[in-house]
T-cell receptor, first 116, second 113 residues
């Protein structure tokens, strides 16, 4: 079955540091890839997504590129802020050509702590 | 509100009791999903409803778990004869169509004593 692997952390960085959270996946076919974020006390929300190989998703200064050859979707940000402290989840899902989709398959989540 | 809502926000129950968790999706969203978030297993997909089609139950962990969606809107997840390992946060999500972005509710935190 499908699976997603990501570093669990916690990952602790200083403000303005460069961030990389690694994510690799195992899946048949060509899934869509996602990063979700869960801020303290809040619900899960979509951060960015990519639906095909070499696509780059971006939002709020975060970026991730769908790399089919390495089955990876690493999350990066050039300069993190304290407000980026949260748990980040990498996920995938399959879309069907006739419409419809699977549920999301999530990684275990990476707890990111940004210190001022 | 315009978002996905879930009730109750917290539920404490005794082992062996049945519980019902409710999800109100965003108005007009045809797809509805249930997930479970626990310390040991992370985030797991449970069940998916698309319009009036039969649900995809492939993620339900046992036959003690069931879900229904009435009138293509509100959904109820029922856990019968709860066990301590059922303790988790149960998340509901909805999307306009199955292939669109899923929007998550705040979750119901279930504790089985």
């Amino acid at each position: 079955g499908d699976s997603v692997t990501q570093m669990e952390g916690p990952v602790t960085l200083s403000e303005e540091a460069f961030l990389t959270i690694n994510c690799t996946y195992t899946a048949t076919g060509y899934p869509s890839l996602f990063w979700y974020v869960q801020y303290p006390g809040e619900g899960l929300q979509l951060l960015l997504k990519a639906t095909k190989a070499d696509d780059k998703g971006s939002n709020k200064g975060f970026e991730a590129t769908y790399r089919k050859e390495t089955t990876s979707f690493h999350l990066e940000k050039g300069s993190v802020q304290v407000s980026d402290s949260a748990v980040y989840f990498c996920a995938l899902r399959h879309l069907y050509s006739g419409g419809g989709a699977d549920g999301l398959t999530f990684g275990k989540g990476t707890h990111l702590i940004i210190q001022p | 509100g315009a978002g996905v809502s879930q009730s109750p926000s917290n539920k404490v129950t005794e082992k062996g009791k049945d519980v019902e968790l409710r999800c109100d999706p965003i108005s007009g969203h045809t797809a509805l999903y249930w997930y479970r978030q626990s310390l040991g297993q992370g985030l797991e997909f449970l069940i998916y409803f698309q319009g009036n089609s039969a649900p995809d139950k492939s993620g339900l962990p046992s036959d003690r778990f069931s879900a229904e969606r009435t009138g293509g809107s509100v959904s109820t997840l029922t856990i019968q004869r709860t066990q301590q390992e059922d303790s988790a946060v149960y998340l509901c999500a909805s999307s306009l169509r199955a292939e669109e972005t899923q929007y998550f509710g705040p979750g119901t935190r279930l504790l089985v004593l």
